[in-house]
């Protein structure tokens, strides 16, 4: 979940001028605007005051699942640059405009994808909104097949539309991966499909490797590019269980992330043949993206290439692990009602969804780890129906030293917590 959620945009203001004529109903409707706008502003307060304990709690505790890197320290992170001597010449010049330590990261990467080329950017969003408006000029077809809860529909405010030109199209909204069959037969044209692998509005979910196989011949069938919302496709040789250049051999091009999966600053990629490469790096300029010197980032996605990038496998691994015991623990512990979605984790990440209050539900978590330095649920819980919690868990380096007894254990503990709270009976139904 997105931690800046509770920094929404709010439209507020009640019209004092000319509206109170002293008739009852405008009184008790600006009473009632006023009321609503200090219930909401006292519910962003609340949620501001959550995340600071939570990422205080996270800070301070001696056993968490993960600990990503943007969580810490600016001298904890500038650590990381000063140990990328063992990986790159620090004595070579300072990159400017892209060249030096950013052309060998861009390099890096398309040796690492199988591609003729990539092309760093700033941010993903950037990276993608280029790539597809590069390819709807060349198939002729400004419309971008892709599934309702894939990231520009839910998280970009409309970009591809509004600032690329594009017109979305949706195969479905359901918290699955897009079948061949809604490929194969949506109703109009579109030039370029975009699959978001792994799909993580659903629960990281990936389609099996047969049916991305599938999806992938349907689309050409279709006379359509395929292009990879990668942003997480470090975490998929696992699950898929083929290289990382044959999984992006499937695509036109495939867009990855730094800073996701492999703790980086920031940053992304976008890797495909060479002449989409070189028209991507036009149209980055023109997006604001050709910035002067970005030396700190790529030393720290060659940093997370180099470390991070060969344990996913056992991240992926031991969060099975975990899940399964979160499973035993929730059961163990009384709990009515609980998912782990998916049952079996695709990637080292997933949801836990549990039937209770999701405010109630994490202030238990928060006060777990203030009370014992032990802290389970590390991220925001949201509510995606009445009566539901739901979670994102994430199981890194930090994570490979809890056994299931000590999962068990801390869910125990977790659930102690929530035992004066009511289970809510809206809660029936998987996710």
Same mark, same amino acid.
């Given at each position: 979940?997105?931690?800046?959620?509770?920094?929404?945009?709010?439209?507020?203001? *009640?019209?004092?001028?000319?509206?109170?004529? =002293?008739?009852?109903?405008?009184?008790?409707?600006?009473?009632?605007?006023?009321?609503? $706008?200090?219930?909401?502003?006292?519910?962003?307060?609340?949620?501001?005051?959550?995340? $600071?304990?939570?990422?205080?709690?996270?800070?301070?505790?001696?056993?968490?699942?993960?600990?990503?890197?943007?969580?810490?320290?600016?001298?904890?992170?500038?650590?990381?640059?000063?140990? /990328?001597?063992?990986?790159?010449?620090?004595?070579?010049?300072?990159?400017?405009?892209?060249?030096?330590?950013?052309?060998?990261?861009?390099?890096?990467? /398309?040796?690492?994808?199988?591609?003729?080329?990539?092309? @760093?950017?700033?941010?993903?969003?950037?990276?993608?909104?280029?790539?597809?408006?590069?390819?709807? =000029?060349?198939?002729?077809?400004?419309?971008?097949?892709?599934?309702?809860?894939?990231?520009?529909?839910?998280?970009?405010?409309?970009? %591809?539309?509004? &600032?690329?030109?594009?017109?979305?199209?949706?195969?479905?909204? /359901?918290?699955?991966?897009?079948?061949?069959? $809604?490929?194969?037969?949506?109703?109009?044209? @579109?030039?370029?499909?975009?699959?978001?692998?792994?799909?993580?509005?659903? =629960?990281?979910?990936?389609?099996?490797?047969?049916?991305?196989?599938?999806?992938?011949?349907?689309?050409?069938?279709?006379?359509?590019?395929?292009?990879?919302?990668?942003?997480?496709?470090?975490?998929? *040789?696992?699950?898929?269980?083929?290289?990382?250049?044959?999984?992006?051999?499937?695509?036109?091009?495939?867009?990855?992330?730094?800073?996701?999966?492999?703790?980086?600053?920031?940053?992304?990629?976008?890797?495909?043949?060479?002449?989409?490469?070189?028209?991507?790096?036009?149209?980055?300029?023109?997006?604001?993206?050709?910035?002067?010197?970005?030396?700190?980032?790529?030393?720290?996605?060659?940093?997370?290439?180099?470390?991070?990038?060969?344990?996913?496998?056992?991240?992926?691994?031991?969060?099975? &692990?975990?899940?399964?015991?979160?499973?035993?623990? %929730?059961?163990?512990?009384?709990?009515?009602?609980?998912?782990?979605?998916?049952?079996?984790?695709?990637?080292?990440?997933?949801?836990?969804?549990?039937?209770? +209050?999701?405010? /109630?539900?994490? $202030?238990? #978590?928060?006060?777990?780890?203030?009370?014992?330095?032990?802290?389970? @649920?590390?991220?925001?819980?949201?509510?995606?129906?009445?009566?539901?919690? !739901?979670?994102?868990?994430?199981?890194? #380096?930090?994570?490979?030293?809890?056994?299931?007894? +000590?999962? !068990?254990?801390?869910? #125990?503990? @977790?659930?102690?917590?929530?035992?004066?709270?009511? &289970?809510?009976?809206?809660?029936?139904?998987?996710?």
């Amino acid at each position: 979940m997105s931690e800046d959620a509770g920094a929404s945009e709010r439209q507020g203001g *009640t019209d004092l001028d000319g509206t109170d004529q =002293g008739g009852t109903d405008t009184e008790e409707a600006s009473e009632t605007e006023e009321t609503s $706008e200090t219930e909401e502003a006292s519910e962003a307060e609340r949620s501001l005051r959550m995340r $600071e304990r939570r990422v205080a709690a996270h800070r301070d505790a001696r056993r968490v699942l993960g600990r990503p890197g943007f969580l810490a320290t600016l001298g904890e992170r500038l650590a990381v640059l000063e140990s /990328a001597r063992e990986l790159y010449d620090l004595a070579e010049p300072a990159d400017m405009y892209g060249n030096g330590v950013v052309a060998a990261l861009e390099e890096r990467v /398309a040796g690492l994808l199988g591609t003729e080329a990539a092309a @760093f950017f700033p941010t993903g969003t950037m990276a993608q909104q280029v790539a597809l408006r590069c390819w709807a =000029g060349r198939t002729g077809n400004q419309v971008v097949a892709l599934h309702g809860l894939g990231h520009p529909e839910v998280h970009e405010r409309g970009a %591809l539309s509004q &600032v690329g030109g594009l017109r979305p199209v949706r195969l479905t909204d /359901a918290p699955r991966q897009p079948t061949a069959a $809604e490929v194969r037969d949506f109703e109009e044209p @579109f030039g370029t499909l975009m699959l978001e692998l792994p799909l993580r509005d659903a =629960g990281y979910l990936l389609p099996t490797w047969e049916e991305l196989t599938e999806v992938v011949a349907a689309a050409r069938e279709r006379d359509a590019v395929v292009h990879f919302d990668g942003a997480r496709l470090w975490e998929t *040789t696992t699950h898929f269980g083929r290289p990382l250049a044959e999984i992006a051999g499937l695509a036109d091009s495939v867009y990855v992330s730094f800073y996701k999966s492999l703790g980086g600053f920031g940053g992304a990629a976008l890797a495909g043949p060479r002449t989409l490469v070189e028209e991507a790096r036009v149209w980055r300029h023109r997006y604001g993206g050709m910035v002067f010197q970005q030396f700190p980032t790529a030393l720290s996605a060659l940093a997370g290439l180099e470390r991070e990038l060969p344990r996913l496998p056992e991240y992926v691994s031991h969060a099975r &692990v975990v899940a399964a015991a979160l499973r035993e623990g %929730l059961a163990g512990a009384g709990v009515p009602w609980a998912r782990v979605h998916p049952e079996v984790p695709h990637t080292h990440e997933f949801q836990l969804w549990l039937p209770y +209050d999701a405010e /109630a539900v994490g $202030e238990a #978590a928060v006060r777990q780890g203030e009370e014992t330095g032990i802290l389970l @649920f590390a991220r925001p819980w949201d509510s995606p129906g009445p009566g539901l919690a !739901r979670t994102e868990i994430s199981v890194s #380096a930090a994570g490979l030293e809890w056994t299931p007894e +000590d999962v !068990r254990a801390a869910v #125990a503990g @977790f659930v102690a917590r929530l035992a004066a709270r009511p &289970v809510a009976r809206a809660a029936r139904t998987a996710p």
